[in-house]
């Protein structure tokens, strides 16, 4: 792990500051009725800080991925309470009854629900009582998953929110967690969608407020179904040459949509990691990778900071996401479908 007490305390306060604060707050809502023009707090009682649903959530796994990394601690302690505040049998219940509520089929779909699966991991790996507590809804966002995708005919393979790859990721980090078959459905799908690919045209990459690299994710989630020979075949198909990447930098990271740009260089760093780690040891893409991951790893780190809320609230939880990657649990070895 190369997340440090320091650096936790910085990144979780980030966190913590933003999971009570309710505005400034985008919400993907749709309004069935005049009952439904209530605020952020009444929609969805657990999940309504950090300016989007999406980034309440994962700004809760970064706090419970915290206190699993330094247990025992101070930090530890405050990053459970706001934790504990916030993750109850009542606010909870509320937050399966907007989930399961008329016309909310595609309610934070995959993002959200994939990282409330990856919070509902953490919990689960963390042996916390909040695990049993937020497991409803664990239930109702995997089912609205896992009754999407048999009928999803393609990929989306942009570099935001809707990118399928990562969200496939998430569910088999999960799923590899919970065990009882869970993994069979993202596993077949990833193999439908990605087999196949070649020539993957990450030439054309970033576009112009991507904070994933479409080809990176799609490879990253790959070598998590694949022998490590396996991937090394399937990825000099996809990416023939290990592409030169640099690492980008926002004109202005005070629009929330330009700020993606620090995001990407968190994301492409954890990828990368990731895909030199699904590689053969005696690999020697795996060198040009690695020096790659690490000065997108420098840059984005440099830009997680308080300054401006529209990176701060969620870019807190990429960074730590990267830093601590070796918790997961992501073992390769699975034969991928001929």
């Not at 459970?80 to 049998?89: K, M």
């Amino acid at each position: 792990m190369l997340l440090d007490p320091a650096t936790a305390e910085r990144f979780a306060r980030l966190a913590l500051e933003c999971v009570v604060r309710e505005y400034p707050n985008k919400i993907a809502h749709t309004l069935q009725s005049d009952a439904d023009a209530r605020p952020p707090r009444e929609l969805t009682p657990a999940f309504y800080g950090c300016y989007d649903w999406h980034s309440a959530v994962h700004g809760h796994w970064t706090l419970a991925r915290v206190a699993r990394a330094f247990p025992g601690t101070p930090l530890a302690s405050r990053v459970q309470a706001a934790l504990v505040r916030n993750i109850t049998p009542e606010t909870i219940a509320g937050e399966v009854r907007y989930l399961d509520a008329p016309g909310r089929a595609a309610f934070e779909r995959p993002y959200g629900l994939a990282w409330l699966l990856q919070l509902s991991a953490e919990l689960r790996v963390s042996k916390s009582p909040l695990a049993q507590v937020i497991e409803p809804l664990e239930t109702a966002a995997a089912r609205k998953l896992e009754e999407w995708l048999p009928k999803l005919p393609y990929p989306d393979r942009s570099g935001q929110h809707s990118n399928t790859a990562f969200a496939l990721g998430l569910m088999i980090d999960w799923a590899r967690v919970v065990g009882d078959g869970r993994e069979k459905l993202p596993f077949a799908s990833t193999i439908r969608f990605y087999n196949g690919d070649h020539n993957g045209p990450i030439a054309f990459e970033p576009a112009g407020e991507d904070f994933f690299s479409p080809c990176l994710a799609e490879a990253d989630l790959m070598r998590r179904v694949c022998t490590p020979q396996e991937f090394a075949d399937w990825l000099a198909a996809f990416l023939p040459d290990i592409p030169n990447l640099r690492p980008v930098a926002p004109t202005d990271p005070s629009d929330g949509k330009l700020a993606h740009f620090d995001g990407l260089n968190l994301s492409r760093a954890w990828m990368l990691f990731g895909i030199a780690k699904g590689l053969p040891d005696n690999d020697p893409r795996r060198l040009r990778l690695l020096l790659t991951a690490d000065a997108h790893r420098d840059a984005g780190l440099a830009a997680v900071s308080g300054a401006h809320y529209e990176g701060s609230h969620w870019l807190g939880t990429f960074a730590v996401y990267l830093e601590t990657m070796d918790l997961e649990d992501r073992p390769t070895g699975l034969r991928r479908v001929r």
